[in-house]
């Protein structure tokens, strides 16, 4: 039997919690991304298709992203219990320095296409974080500003050797006048992907007016707005002559480059050499011979190759091969903090974030990079705090089971 009584103005008053109204749009649009997929939509919502597309599409059928992502959640972790996790640590080193979280973000081109803000929101949020900022041949900011934007933080150059090495090399040198600390070299493009999105809407560098592009445009008037009214979208390290990403990759790279580069531009860079695109056990070896400070295993973000092996899966038998001789970091589909988790568990030293960086610049500029920072984060912390570790050093490959229906 219920008892009942009449309901009490002042029980109901202490009820109320109205929220004072968020008037900052763009704050509200971040702050109610609770996920890089939520990011994710926002950025769609927000940018022109074709951008978009570039951005979050991959090569041929798209089954490498597909696999790589797939492959993060096919996974079980296993907790521990009662550990005592009040505070942890999620700081680690990597390549000769310290990053406070482990992750980075990982080199893009033509990024000001995205949002105009491009890098120097990628590269001022990343100091904010204390976190490594890479910088891509294909960059739309050049070495130095971006260098002025985050003068005291980690950051890193990618490099793309071109049939024209000295222009390479130049770079090489100028990256390392302005203090930049590690050099991606970027070994999975001999040549471009099929970029089948960026085919189908007729995208360009630099972007056209077309009837499509302009009907395409209507709903998103703020990025034209920040497109017309900021400096002109272009490399800033490349000229180019116009056509689809592919055309201007496969004009500029040299598809000629061997191990007899690596040499050359160990020669050239003082600092870390890590080569970045490695996709098999046999390379990482040989590169480990060769005397690299460390691998990237990656396939571009199933941008290259597709039915390339899934950087994930591939890293416990890499690991076994070289692991005791060099650093592994690993990047490929990675959407959540949880997927870092499960990498470091299995052994990555570190991981790098393409997409997720991307989604958030092009939902909020360098708020949204910030939110997305923030993210990852918060999922971090709470996984580790979750499966009962203190620091990223106590989790192991126990702490993940692969399930047997992962991509492979
Ligand atoms: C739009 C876009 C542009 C990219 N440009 C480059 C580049 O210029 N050089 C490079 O080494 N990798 C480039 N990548 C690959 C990333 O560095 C990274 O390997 C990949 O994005 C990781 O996968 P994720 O996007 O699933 O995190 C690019 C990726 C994207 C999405």
Known sequence: MVTRQRPQPAEIFELM????PQLDRKRHRLDSALTIADLRRVAKRRTPAAAFDYTDGAAEEEISLH??????RDIQFNPGILRGVGDVDTSCEIFGGLSALPFGIAPTGFTRLMQTEGETAGATAAAAAGIPFSLSTLGTTSIEDVRRANPHGRIWFQLYVMRDREISYELVRRAA????????????????????????????IPPQLTARTVLNAMPRPWWWWDFLTTPKLEFASLSSTGGTVGELLDAAMDPTISFEDLQVIRGLWPGKLVVKGVQSVADARKLTDLGVDGIVLSNHGGRQLDRAPVPFVL??????EVGADTEIALDTGIMSGA??????????????????????????GREGVDRMIQILTEEIVRTMKLLGVASLG??????????????R
Do not use: C, Q, W
């Open 17 to 20: 919690r109205f929220k004072k």
């Open 67 to 72: 696999r790589a992502r797939r492959a993060f």
């Open 177 to 204: 006048a302005a203090g930049f600390d590690t050099l991606f070299f970027t070994v999975d493009t001999p040549v471009a992907g099929a970029r089948l999105r960026d085919k189908r809407n007729g995208f360009s």
């Open 315 to 320: 890293l416990p038998e890499v690991l076994r």
């Open 339 to 364: 997927d870092i988790v499960a990498a470091i568990a299995l052994g990555a030293k570190f991981t790098l974030v393409g997409r997720a960086y991307l989604y958030g610049l092009m939902a909020g």
């Open 394 to 407: 106590e989790l192991t490959p126990r702490h993940v089971t692969l399930l047997p229906a992962s991509g």
